[in-house]
């Protein structure tokens, strides 16, 4: 992406590098002056967040299991229903459940072991039954059905109330206090452990840490300033370096060029590298190329764990559900498949574990537009080569007004903790159980701290 002018520089720049609030990208000048020895082992976590509340009932759909079978499912879903012989099934034991047909790869990955679903993961501050639900006896959430509010409650964890900071960039926290990266080649200081490459977001922010912000096409640049300095490029180093007095103006001159620096770092490796896979020709499949293009520069960064953000827009289906669905996981399925093929074609598949996130689910019983309507329960789904596959959690009762719908339209109360799910990711990623809770701040008000489905 070319900048063009000083207010496109301010605002890209600015405010990507820095991450999400002043107080989070000035937390980024309070760098550490030591480091440690990093540890050989290189891990990488990839959240792909799908905004607009994925329709999880026609994602996994139960055909014959311990609660429910397709005819249940029908049953509510009614003119919303994905025909049982067009499912693709995936077994676990001796229950067998159906991926929306749109789902050929993960179906794959998930036949080689590779492929986590995760049943009603959802977001909440305590654990809590239907009864104490309906009679406000236990903590909910924050504006449940909201768009924004469950947003940054997934990326958060902040249930009630405004958070400053997300999950993943208190785990690229962790990861900096003990000194896993190492500064590249070029610079003072580690390049960033989180990464987004789908702009702004809450979820990257940390409390000490900023994340770096790049595109589909690599690292921010500004036009007209080449490489070789020039006038106006020495101008444009005298006014960042200029110290003027004003603090808050030399941190921001600071942390604009952190931004540049890292750019320049950031090209650097992914110039050193002839990888370049092939991928559709998505926003989605971009984004994910992208991150394996950085994952296979990790060494030439010194990054022993990074932590990457995509993103991908148009679930928020209260219309016409199935055709829009279908197109969208079509597009998902396919940048899934190419990312696996990606990694494992650099031995890379075992070091990463992709996992997704969305608003929330959709209501089960359909509206008057053959589409869905904000919900709470989700199934989320996570693969790499670490994942142990099978199907995890518990999956609500398909049933209007059943044991597990609070509202009668089928709006399953979650059974599983959105902190116990990212707790599992991190403890994989080498966050041990002592420090959980200090990432996690809901964990604690649960007996079970993590899940099976990673080591």
């Given at each position: 992406m070319l900048i063009k002018t000083r207010r496109q520089f301010l605002s890209v720049t600015a405010r990507t590098m820095a991450g999400v609030g002043a107080a989070t990208a000035l937390g980024r000048l309070g760098t550490m002056s030591a480091y440690a020895q990093s540890p050989g082992d290189y891990k990488a976590l990839v959240c792909v967040f799908l905004f607009g509340g994925n329709d999880w009932n026609n994602t996994v759909v139960p055909l014959s299991t311990a609660k429910n079978s397709w005819l249940d499912y029908s049953n509510v879903r009614k003119q919303v229903a994905i025909a049982e012989a067009t499912l693709l099934p995936i077994n676990a034991g001796a229950e067998t459940y159906g991926l929306h047909p749109a789902l050929g790869e993960v179906q794959s990955l998930y036949n080689l072991g590779k492929v986590a679903v995760v049943g009603g993961v959802g977001t909440l501050a305590e654990p809590m039954t239907k009864t104490e639900y309906q009679n406000k006896t236990k903590k909910v959430p924050d504006n449940l059905f909201s768009h924004s509010d469950q947003q940054a409650q997934?990326?958060?964890?902040?249930?009630?109330?405004?958070?400053?900071?997300?999950w993943g960039g208190r785990v690229a926290d962790w990861i900096d206090?003990?000194?896993?990266?190492?500064?590249?080649?070029?610079?003072?200081?580690?390049?960033?452990?989180?990464?987004?490459?789908?702009?702004?977001?809450?979820?990257?922010?940390?409390?000490?840490?900023?994340?770096?912000?790049?595109?589909?096409?690599?690292?921010?640049?500004?036009?007209?300033?080449?490489a070789t300095p020039n006038a106006r490029t020495m101008a444009f180093q005298n006014l960042l370096s200029f110290d003027n007095g004003v603090k808050l103006v030399q941190s921001s001159n600071e942390i604009l060029q952190a931004g540049i620096n890292d750019g320049k770092i950031l090209d650097a490796a992914l110039l050193s590298s002839s990888f370049n896979p092939t991928f559709p020709n998505t926003t989605i499949a971009n984004q994910l190329k992208m991150v394996a293009r950085i994952m296979n520069a990790h060494s030439a960064l010194g990054?022993?764990?990074?932590?990457?953000?995509?993103?991908?827009?148009?679930?928020?289906?209260?219309?016409?559900?199935?055709?829009?669905?279908n197109t969208n996981l079509s597009q998902l399925s396919d940048a899934l498949g190419a990312?696996?093929?990606?990694?494992?074609?650099?031995?890379?598949?075992?070091?990463?574990?992709?996992?997704?996130?969305?608003?929330?689910?959709?209501?089960?019983?359909?509206?008057?537009?053959?589409?869905s309507d904000?919900?709470?329960?989700?199934?989320?789904?996570?693969?790499?080569?670490?994942?142990?596959?099978?199907?995890?959690?518990?999956?609500?009762?398909?049933?209007?007004?059943?044991?597990?719908?609070?509202?009668?339209?089928?709006?399953?109360?979650?059974?599983?903790?959105?902190?116990?799910?990212?707790?599992?990711?991190?403890?994989?990623?080498?966050?041990?159980?002592?420090?959980?809770?200090?990432?996690?701040?809901?964990?604690?008000?649960?007996?079970?701290?993590?899940?099976?489905?990673?080591?």
């Open positions: 997934w990326q958060t964890l902040s249930m009630l109330g405004a958070g400053t900071s997300g206090s003990h000194n896993y990266n190492t500064p590249p080649s070029g610079s003072a200081t580690p390049f960033p452990t989180a990464i987004s490459v789908a702009g702004n977001n809450s979820f990257s922010a940390g409390i000490t840490s900023s994340p770096a912000m790049v595109t589909t096409a690599g690292a921010s640049k500004l036009s007209n300033f080449p990054a022993n764990r990074q932590i990457f953000f995509v993103s991908m827009g148009g679930y928020d289906n209260h219309e016409t559900l199935i055709n829009i669905q990312f696996y093929d990606a990694v494992q074609s650099v031995s890379m598949e075992n070091s990463m574990t992709l996992f997704m996130e969305s608003d929330f689910s959709r209501t089960c019983q359909p509206n008057a537009n053959n589409g904000h919900a709470w329960a989700s199934h989320p789904v996570a693969l790499g080569g670490a994942v142990t596959g099978g199907v995890y959690g518990t999956f609500p009762t398909l049933a209007l007004n059943g044991p597990d719908d609070v509202t009668g339209r089928g709006v399953y109360l979650p059974t599983t903790g959105l902190d116990q799910y990212g707790a599992t990711l991190a403890r994989w990623f080498g966050v041990p159980d002592a420090d959980l809770n200090a990432v996690f701040p809901n964990l604690i008000n649960f007996p079970q701290k993590y899940l099976a489905f990673l080591g």
